[in-house]
């Protein structure tokens, strides 16, 4: 009985001790230089428009077919389902009772306005590093947007994620609040580019490596996105230089296609809500940081190549079905004017060692996005109904290993296992 006692004095005395370090970071509150800084002014609300739009804030704080930025939006999750929160100024269910510095202290702690820990999904790991002008710029938009009375939904997380205990000792182990260092010897548009993919576009939250408690590595170095079941490429220099020119990266972040592919599932929707409507010399910026990142530190060893049986019902299939878009050489195929259907040659999709993207895309299909500089993408039909397992295998396989490429066969297991994960 009394090792028992001690065990849950110990456990009790170490959640105070995570809660306690977890709102400590209000002692060092930067508050607001005046109210000028989040007042609503035509330039306070053009600069947060476009700050939101850098964020992608829309893609968890709307819910389809709902209010824009009014919640409701859930997102499942390892741990259980979170719902997006209201982010108009509705006095009862929005943000119409916030003030600027407690919008500031959510982004930048985690903490919410009444002063409950906030969970990492809203990516406060990365907000921490908005400065407190642009945190300002965002709210003063956000208090312009018409209010929706539109209730929060609860979420939905198991024993003990759901606890505000659970949450500070997870802060306590991955999460410490912080701006973005300037780096001097850099030039200025590497630290702008270092300034949105670090912090607002927060793109290590899905770039990165996750462990069971939901910690990401730092780095970008890729990883499965738990919520989505896709792949999300490493982002180092080596990523970067299958581009092979700056531009075509920049193309690719700004449009969604680019001579050396498409951005499909998740991406494409980063691209349409968000990455579309920046800047072009922000666009510049983010490549040439992401240019400048270190390669993998342990490149993937040369696959051997599928068996004879495989790479000729996969070639078979590839003729009946994909040839007419990709070419017999897999270089795809354009317009005239820009990419139609991507080549798959050199395709760092297909190449990926984890072959889940190039699976789900066989199966389900899809469009890159439809933006400006690509206004009518071309889609890619869904093979599921057409393909049973084996087939779909032998096709990928077929592809990741032809025309150059060289990645490990896919089997009939792995297909099967992407066939039955849901779209979203």
């Keep these: ?48 428009a476009y700050l939101a739009r850098a964020g992608d804030c829309i893609g968890c704080h709307t819910a389809r077919g709902g209010a824009v930025y009014a919640g409701g939006r859930a997102i499942d999750t ?11 100024p509705d006095t009862a269910t929005g943000l119409g009772a916030w003030s600027a510095d407690d919008f500031w202290n959510a982004l930048h702690n985690g903490i919410g306005r009444d002063g409950r820990l906030l969970y990492p999904a809203f990516p406060y790991t990365h907000y921490t590093k908005v400065t407190r002008e642009d945190a300002d710029a965002l709210f003063a938009w956000l208090r312009s947007l018409a209010p929706v009375r539109q209730p929060n939904r609860p979420h939905a997380l198991r024993f003990p994620y759901n606890s505000q205990a659970a949450l500070a000792v997870w802060r306590l182990l991955y999460f410490r609040p912080g701006v973005q ?28 490596t996750r462990n069971l408690l939901g910690g990401s590595r730092p780095g970008l170095a890729g990883g499965l996105i738990p919520v989505s079941g896709w792949y999300a490429p490493p982002l180092g220099a080596g990523a970067a230089a299958d581009r092979s020119k700056v531009e075509h990266l920049q193309q690719l972040l700004g449009s969604g296609i680019a001579p050396q592919g498409a951005v499909f599932g998740p991406m494409a929707e980063v ?24 390669a993998d530190a342990d490149p993937p060893r040369p696959a051997p190549p599928p068996g004879d049986t ?25 317009d005239g004017q820009r990419p ?73 297991a792995e297909v099967n296992r992407h066939r039955a994960v849901p779209l979203d």
Excluded at 1 to 30: D, K
Excluded at 78 to 88: A, D, E, I, K
Excluded at 367 to 375: E, H, L, S, V, W
């Design 1 to 48: 009985m009394m090792r028992r006692m001690f065990i849950l004095v110990a456990v009790l005395c170490a959640a105070t001790i995570a809660w306690a370090a977890a709102v400590w970071p209000r002692a060092g509150f930067i508050p607001a230089r005046s109210p000028q800084a989040w007042a609503a002014t035509p330039a306070n609300i053009a600069r947060g």
């Design 78 to 88: 390892p741990f259980g389902r979170l719902v997006g929160p209201n982010l108009t």
């Design 181 to 208: 260092v300037a780096d001097t010897a850099r030039p200025l548009d590497w630290q702008r580019g270092a300034y949105l993919v670090e912090g607002l576009g927060h793109c290590s939250a899905c770039h990165s």
């Design 271 to 294: 691209v349409s809500r968000s990455l579309q409507h920046l800047s072009a010399q922000d666009l510049r910026a983010m490549t040439v940081y992401l240019q400048s990142l270190p």
């Design 310 to 334: 495989v790479m000729q019902l996969g070639g078979r299939l590839y003729e009946q079905h994909c040839a007419d878009c990709h070419g017999a050489d897999g270089r795809g195929a354009g």
């Design 340 to 412: 139609a259907y991507p080549p798959l040659a050199g395709n760092r999709t297909l190449t990926m060692p984890e072959p889940v993207n190039a699976i789900r895309i066989v199966l389900n299909g899809g469009f890159p996005p439809a933006t400006a500089g690509n206004p009518r993408p071309y889609g890619m039909p869904p093979f599921s109904p057409v393909l049973s397992d084996a087939e779909a295998a032998s096709v990928v396989s077929y592809v990741r290993a032809s025309w150059g490429n060289a990645a490990t066969e896919v089997t009939a």
